[in-house]
């Protein structure tokens, strides 16, 4: 059995020679913010990616919600099995195109990790405190660079901060553009099943054109939208998708926040993670000594503290403080 070893420097090679035109390079990235030395076996692009897989706000995503706030089931999509959804999906396509696939893996991994508890519904409850409006994307790049400094080279930093679509301008490289394609086709799959789990829609729900256009909700749809971002890009030029499916997509995703997301029945829910999110953020700001050391910078203002603070917890254990803060002794 014959082995042979694969050195950074035969990597860098390999994809200077295999790689499409439009693909980033890992010997040509523009850098980290703090420079150091390279490794040995590893790109930097790969690096990225073992750094965020390792990270502390990444193992946090396993219990921050994806759709359903604390869902009880065992099957539900976590924001952590999305994310690893979003690395497969764009992996996928990245292979298909001749793109960077350790950079598109080191963005999709990284793509989710300034959520805050309680999925988008977090977003709608810190954002009174911030300037401007509070977005996860913007503030995943403030925990790998800040609050949990890995030193990212700038493309993954960029990818991460453009993953989302109100972002702009758009990502700068190939491979954050796939990151794009692969977040939404992997929630709108797997969100809807887990709709359909929870009883609060059936896959004949879904309008007869969109099924049509997509396929079955599920598998068919991350085969068909994959298909289609491949299809397209490589007539393109660039990563896109045909006009046609873009439209479709969008209004599939429009169809979902008005009948999953955003349903009325949820509002109640939505309403007490507010609460919950806000609540705890006030008691920081009022209390900053409370607040964990590694959250604590001379340079932050006790607003920043208390909101970094709560963005990086879990929904388990953001409910499990408020309680012990605001439930009253022997209520239960």
Same mark, same amino acid.
């Given at each position: ?9 035969? &990597? ?19 850098? &980290?913010? +703090? ?5 040995? =076996? ?9 750094? *965020?897989?390792?990270? !502390?706000?990444? &193992?946090?995503? !396993?219990? !921050? %919600?994806? *759709? ?12 952590? %099995? ?12 990245? /292979?298909?195109?001749?793109? /960077? ?5 080191? @963005?999709?991994?990284?793509?989710? @990790? ?8 977090? #977003?709608?409850?810190? %954002? ?13 790049? &403030? ?7 890995? /030193? ?6 960029? $990818? ?6 109100? /972002?702009?301008?758009?990502?700068? %490289?190939? #491979? ?8 939404? @086709? ?5 969100? +809807? ?28 749809? @991350? ?6 971002? *491949? #299809?397209?890009?490589?007539?393109? $030029? ?69 909101? =970094? ?5 879990? =929904? !388990? ?16």
């Amino acid at each position: 059995m014959g082995l042979y070893h694969r050195t950074r420097e035969v &990597r860098e090679r390999e994809e200077a020679q295999r790689l499409a035109p439009a693909a980033c390079r890992a010997a040509c990235s523009r850098g &980290r913010a +703090v420079p150091e030395p390279e490794d040995a =076996d590893r790109t930097a692009f790969e690096r990225d990616r073992d750094r *965020v897989l390792h990270s !502390k706000a990444f &193992r946090r995503l !396993k219990h !921050k %919600t994806q *759709v359903f706030l604390n869902p009880d089931g065992d099957h539900f999509v976590t924001r952590l %099995t999305h994310t690893l959804h979003v690395a497969q999906v764009g992996r996928s396509i990245a /292979n298909a195109l001749g793109l /960077n696939e350790a950079l598109t893996e080191a @963005i999709c991994l990284g793509h989710d @990790i300034g959520h805050a508890p309680f999925g988008h519904t977090g #977003e709608e409850a810190l %954002t009174p405190y911030v300037a401007g409006e509070w977005q996860h994307a913007i503030h995943g790049v &403030r925990v790998v660079s800040v609050l949990e400094p890995l /030193n990212l080279t700038w493309e993954v930093r960029d $990818g991460i901060r453009q993953s989302s679509w109100r /972002n702009d301008p758009p990502p700068a %490289t190939a #491979e954050g553009m796939v990151c794009r394609f692969a977040d939404r @086709i992997a929630y709108l799959a797997h969100d +809807v099943q887990d709709a359909i789990r929870a009883g609060v829609m059936t896959a004949d729900d879904v309008p007869g054109h969109l099924r049509a256009a997509f396929g079955a909700p599920g598998r068919a749809w @991350i085969e068909t939208m994959v298909g289609d971002v *491949v #299809e397209a890009s490589v007539a393109a $030029g660039e990563v896109t998708m045909r006009a046609d499916r873009l439209a479709a997509m969008t209004e599939l995703r429009t169809w979902m926040f008005d009948h999953v997301y955003l349903r009325p029945e949820a509002r109640e829910h939505s309403d007490r993670a507010v609460r919950v999110i806000r609540d705890l953020v006030d008691h920081f700001i009022a209390h900053p000594g409370q607040v964990p050391a590694d959250y604590r910078r001379r340079e932050d203002d006790p607003t920043q503290v208390a909101v =970094d603070y709560v963005a990086g917890m879990s =929904d !388990k254990y953001a409910i499990r403080l408020h309680d012990q803060l605001y439930r009253p002794a022997g209520l239960y």
